[in-house]
């Protein structure tokens, strides 16, 4: 494909130097896109982000992609506007931010030619800007969901209309993209069920991993002491008291010392969470941590015997999350208590790892007996090959090919 077609611009209203999920797939993507020989330029906000920050990603952007940000509101126009967006849900709390992105993209597109515009949600807001600009230039069009839209099962809307006007934006979404790309198969399959007519144009293309950015070394843990390490915040509908009340069923069926055990939460967690841990007596084992920079973050994956991932109570879950694509990027033994029906429990069973359900205490117990008791045995072997086959479908380099050729292939049939 002449290097002149393959240019991309990204929309984004999250990208570095904040720090989020959000923001550092973005990341992954434009990189990754960049290494297939993709022309690649952002659009982010210009925001205020409230401290989340994390400078040392911008120094990991190639050179050759440019980053532009929308002007800044004022701080009190924006809490306002974001208060309105968030209660009439139309879609979400940054649907301000649209007006501000759209004057953006308009002047990037005029002033260079770019044949492909690539909005990527949360927020959903950013599809919005795909649709107006899809109507008003010549460009293919693909939208990314992280998650559901209107099936998510944790957005509720509690007016009528609020879920017809999502209704609506989601059917104009999906009738005039070109390409929809979702990061797991049964999230394509919830849209799919409302709007079979998509399935020509619907690409999973899930969260990855940049394996240059893997930690090389790691420090060598007490023989004696089992280290278990959680990385980001523990919000919304997910819960550690599964987890907690589990690791004191543990300690006391163990009959040991608390210094062989130790748990380290690195991120936010609720006072609820943090009154749960002194309720049970944990002080001596769980160690509460500030959030890490993103390669720090990594780093104490590295470290650790095996990690611990936290889902929200279901019956079943249709989301793959970006931190267990970091965990399996790193190469460490998971713990996930997460719905035993869904996208994780199938990855972490594959890898070799233990699955709980979120709420089964007794669970817990019996995994982390199975957990320690395999670490101190196997401290020095290396990933098996399930794990590697498992770890290898989410490096960025595989998933930014099969992306680009999907890419060049819409490029191609518009010149039939």
Known sequence: MAAHLKQILIVSYYFPPVINVEAIQVLHKAMGLSKQGWRVQVLASGEDTRGKLDPSLCQLLDPDITVHRTVSLSVPVRLVSELIGKYLQYPDRHRWWVKKALHHT???????????????????????????????????????????????????????????????????????????????????????????????????????????????????????????????????????????????????????????????????????????????????????HPALPYLGSLSQIRQADFVLLIDAPAAESVFLPAKLIDYLGVGAPILALTPEKGVTSALVREAGGWVVDPLDADGVARALASAVASVKSRRTEMLSKAYQRVREQFECERVMAAFSGRLESLLSEARV
């Open 106 to 288: 308009d002047q990037i597109l005029k002033a260079d030619y770019c044949p492909f515009l690539y909005t990527h949600s949360t927020p959903l807001s950013a599809h919005l800007v795909g649709l107006r600009l899809k109507a008003q230039h010549r460009v293919k069009w693909v939208a990314h969901f992280s998650d559901p839209w209107t099936d998510n099962p944790y957005i509720t809307y509690p007016f009528t209309l609020q879920a017809t006007w999502n209704r609506r934006m989601e059917h104009a979404v999906m009738d005039r993209a070109d390409l929809i790309s979702v990061t797991s198969q049964p999230i394509a399959d919830l849209f799919l069920r409302r709007y079979p007519a998509a399935s020509d144009k619907m690409m999973v293309v899930p969260h990855c991993f940049s394996s240059s950015l893997v930690p090389s070394a790691t420090v060598q843990n007490d023989p004696q002491r089992v280290r278990i390490v959680h990385t980001g915040n523990i919000y919304a509908n997910r819960t550690p008291e599964g987890f907690f009340r589990g690791l004191r069923l543990f300690l006391d069926r163990a009959q040991s010392s608390t210094e062989k055990l130790s748990v380290d939460l690195f991120g936010r967690i609720t006072p609820e969470h943090a009154r749960w841990v002194r309720d049970l007596n944990l002080g001596a084992t769980v160690h509460i």
